[in-house]
């Protein structure tokens, strides 16, 4: 997608009234029969990540890490699996933050998770909100994206600009951020997001499965991490 094609492009995918109908109907499903929804992009992808923060960056346990737009949660109860406890995640749509603290009590009972897990999950408009305020007014050490800033831009009355604010507002010196987007190539990413001001620079691109057509080949689905400097 071009920055073009984002000022003008709409889909019922970048309101909040159709991630409410998603979460609630999440929710129901869960407790009907236990389903946990969708990971977004796919298991692999999410492990990539996770690997590469816990293995590669050798992150301690006790970094506070926040997902934006955390939907069902489903990156936040990997990371606890991992033996990750300081979580939060925020998400504008309030079917989906009740839907992850209905997992969190599930799974805490049933000892999916270590009962050593902390997370807070929070009601919040990310472009609008001081996402640190859960986090005592702290910067986080660690913040993921995987699909919100997609679904951001297929709002064109939102100001994009918003994110990059928002970001610097709650990323700590020397901090990771992680992104996935299935919008946005890596290249696209990285002109977005490294900018003249210096603030981040780009730490690594996570390879995901590819595609070819017409002589070219691509990714499905681009990730790349930065480092504020």
Not at 92 to 106: G, H, K, L, M
Not at 108 to 122: L, N, Q, R, S, V
């Amino acid at each position: 997608m071009s920055e073009e094609d984002s000022d003008t492009f709409r889909s019922p995918l970048g309101t909040k009234q159709h991630w409410d109908e998603v979460y609630q109907l999440e929710i129901n499903n869960f407790e009907d029969h236990g389903d946990i929804g969708e990971v977004w992009f796919g298991e692999q992808v999410q492990r990539k990540v996770i690997r590469y923060i816990s293995e590669t960056l050798n992150v301690p346990l006790n970094t506070p890490i926040f997902d934006i737009g955390t939907g069902n949660g489903a990156f936040l109860f990997a990371l606890a699996e991992e033996g990750y406890h300081e979580l939060f995640g925020s998400d504008y749509s309030e079917p989906s933050v009740n839907f992850c603290r209905i997992q969190q009590a599930t799974f805490t009972e049933d000892k999916t998770i270590p009962e050593t897990a902390h997370f807070t999950f929070f009601v919040s408009n990310f472009l609008e909100d001081d996402a640190k305020t859960p986090n005592g007014g702290n910067f986080y050490s660690v913040i993921h994206d995987k699909g919100t800033y997609d679904a951001i831009h297929l709002d064109p009355d939102i100001d994009k600009e918003k994110y990059y604010t928002a970001l610097k507002n709650c990323l700590a010196p020397g901090g990771v951020f992680a992104i996935t987007s299935c919008n946005w190539t890596e290249d696209e990413l990285i002109a977005y997001f490294v900018r003249q001001d210096g603030y981040l620079k780009e730490l690594t691109r996570i390879s995901n499965k590819t595609f070819s057509f017409g002589g070219k080949e691509g990714n499905t689905v681009s990730t790349v991490l930065f480092k504020r400097e």
